[in-house]
């Protein structure tokens, strides 16, 4: 049985299941026959604004980049945030006022979502601007390290100044391969696990994030995002055609303009939709049809490390699929899809959904090692400030505490054995 499977297999059996997703992937979407084909096309398609000539037309009138394939290259994370950086379009902005109304002009400016570029004759809204603080800290056998906290500010803005009370979140485009698996964890399982957590003496209190399922038309569970507030794979991709690209579909109607952008709204095209539903579902199938990378080896000694500092306790090895036919499977993401509190040092104050914050979802780790094949994109946590693994885990707070001292506590060896294990997932 599956079920029965060795934590050490599991990786492998995910590419299996990967592929039973792909054969009954076209059971799930109403698009034509090669559905999957089509959406590797759009997503790797240089979209134009209206009125040049193109197959794929709508660009805008404000955007961050005008293909899919621009910020997931190869399918991976995006590039990482640098000290020059400026308009980095991997990097998504969100804005929001505060409960009280502070930053309440600046949305009505600037929208919710800060975007770099924009059509000719359409102000963009200006640039995104980085600089780091190192912290400085050291493990255990006396090691040093040194971690660098992003400050976030902005420049030649278009609309004026964004009020220092308006919440400020960065995004980074994250990897999309083993998307379409994460969609057929059953919900039970993600619920049990919150239980469970729930009645545990530790310090792991994963809960799941309640969001609402503007396809279904009811609440259900988040399972993707940095917060985990979107629960389908066409959602979140109808989310970024139109806050990367402005483009628009049945589930976003609306051009992405400020109120106040007049120039921009004067550019919209009002009741037309760019992506249709055909498009829409064949770019779903295709991110859904993507297995994760295939696992290079197989490290026990790091493994066992990775459970015994604590780090299994939230990136699960071993997660139940159900396909689309009823097979059923294990998969080997790292991720239990809830909400940790990490605490202050990763804290941004963007409340999405139930998430709080400080919460985030835990990250898949699978595909970690294939990050070493690009070097430049090695980037890590929501807003890639982490130049290594090292880093990010060194970024853990909050329910994650006890797990990073865990990890400092370990002595030189004994760290590179964990992180060979990461390498090769």
């Known amino acids: 049985m599956l079920r029965r499977c060795s934590v050490a297999s599991v990786s492998v059996l995910a590419v299996l299941v990967a592929a039973a ?25 240089t979209w134009v604004p209206p009125g040049e000539a193109g197959e794929f037309i709508g660009l805008g009138p404000v955007f961050n980049t005008d293909s899919c394939a621009s910020c997931h290259v190869d399918n991976g994370r995006g590039v990482p945030v640098r000290g020059t950086d400026r308009a980095n379009t991997s990097l998504v902005v969100k804005l929001a006022a505060r409960d009280d109304g502070a930053g309440a002009d600046t949305i009505r400016r600037y929208g919710n979502r800060f975007n770099y570029r924009a059509v000719a004759g359409v102000p963009a809204e200006g640039e995104l601007t980085v600089s780091f603080e190192a912290i400085e800290g050291r493990f255990a056998d006396g090691e040093r390290y040194t971690l660098q906290k992003p400050v976030y500010g902005f420049d030649k803005l278009g609309y004026g100044a964004i009020e220092k009370e308006t919440l400020i979140a960065v995004r980074m485009a994250p990897p999309i391969a083993g998307l379409g698996l994460l969609e057929k964890v059953p919900e039970d399982w993600i619920k049990a696990r919150a239980a469970a957590n729930a009645a545990g003496a530790g310090p792991v209190r994963g809960k799941p994030n309640a969001v609402w399922d503007s396809i279904n038309f009811r609440m259900t569970l988040g399972r993707f995002g940095w917060k985990a507030d979107t629960p389908t794979l066409t959602r979140i991709i109808a989310a970024a055609f139109i806050t990367d690209m402005g483009l628009t579909s049945r589930l976003f109607p609306s051009d ?37 990378p295939r696992p ?96 990010a885990i060194l970024w853990h707070g909050g329910e994650a505490r006890q797990a990073r001292e865990a990890f400092t506590r370990l002595d030189a060896s004994s760290r590179e054995a964990l992180l060979r294990f990461l390498d090769s997932l």
């Open 296 to 391: 290079d080896a197989d490290v026990e000694s790091g493994r066992a490390l990775f459970a015994s500092t604590g780090c299994s306790s939230c990136h699960a090895p071993a997660v139940p699929v159900v396909m689309t036919d009823g097979t059923k499977g294990e998969i080997a993401p790292y991720t239990d899809l809830l909400l940790h509190d990490m605490g202050d040092g990763l804290a941004d104050g963007m409340p999405e959904a139930a998430a709080t914050g400080r919460e985030w979802r835990t990250a898949p780790l699978w595909g970690l090692g294939q990050v070493r094949h690009t070097p430049d994109r090695a980037g890590y946590l929501h807003d890639g400030r982490a130049r290594s693994v090292v880093e």
């Open 256 to 292: 992405n303009c400020g109120e106040l952008q007049a120039a921009c709204k004067a550019a919209a095209m009002p009741g037309r939709i760019e992506v249709d539903d055909a498009t829409l579902d064949a770019v779903t199938q295709y991110v859904a049809s993507l297995p994760p």
């Open 21 to 45: 997703l792909v054969l009954s992937a076209g059971n799930v979407f109403a698009a034509e026959p090669d559905a999957a084909g089509r959406g590797r096309a759009v997503f790797h398609a």
